[in-house]
């Protein structure tokens, strides 16, 4: 199956700058969902030092901050001023303002890092099997690199029955799982499913908004005939603020940096 997303490169800038405005809305009950899965998924212990790559506003760095006790700030990458703006006020937090491959490339960031956390972000760079190697080097020996992809959301499958965006391919996951192990990391992957409730009204919204940037590629009016699809069938009983359930998997791909010693018993 093609891969839309390379074919087409979107503006990813101009989606963001668009997006930044209501990002912290859209993604409110995602967020709150997936808090305790990241934290308990990633082992995030109070005297960890992390970076969350592709932070977008930090507002879920800041949620990971308080709920893991963290005792130094989280390092918040992110390439876009918008999304950072946002981040203002902020606890807990400290916003970078360049990309993932920019911050890693820098040669001094060596077993510096406890976690690294990429969430629904990874699929932004440029060059990942360059930036993966950096992270290797900047990780702590036990370090986790710690990758985050959508696989199915219930909602967007609902609304690409009737459209033509689709989720990234799985070719895309396999070569993570790839480069993290030729990045020397010890790769392991898992599926998590979150489940959270949003009212019609505020689904239609994401969604005209572009929530996620698969989205991006639709025109306003297929967005809308979408909607108006959604509203002629699934939804033609619900009333604005009738809540729905939605079910989102991510596939997480995790590395972890061996210490020396189990580096070389594996070699
Ligand atoms: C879907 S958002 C996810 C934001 C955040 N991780 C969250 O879950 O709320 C993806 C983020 O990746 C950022 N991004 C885009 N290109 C990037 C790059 N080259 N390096 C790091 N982050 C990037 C975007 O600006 C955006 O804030």
Redesign the pocket.
Known sequence: MPDTHSLRQPD??GH?NKVADN?DDY?AE??DS?LQSVVEKIDLQPHHLMV??????C???EQVHKFAQLQKPIIC????PE?LAKAKGRKGVLPVL??????FNDASLCDWFDRV?????YH???DPSSVLQNIERSLRPGGICSI?NLTTHSCFERFTRVTTAKLYSSSRHEETYRLLQQANLKVERSNVLLTYDLTKAKLYSMLRGRF??NLYELTDQEIEDGIDKLEKNDFKSLQEDDVIENKATYLVIQGTKLNSINNNMNS
């Not at 956390?117 to 972000?121: A, H, N, P, R, W």
């Open positions: 990813v800038k963001y990002f993604f995602i967020h997936q969350d790559v592709g932070s977008g506003t507002r879920f760095a990458v992110e390439p876009f999304m360049r990309g993932g491959e920019e911050f956390l990429f969430i629904q972000s932004h760079l440029k985050w996620i940037t």
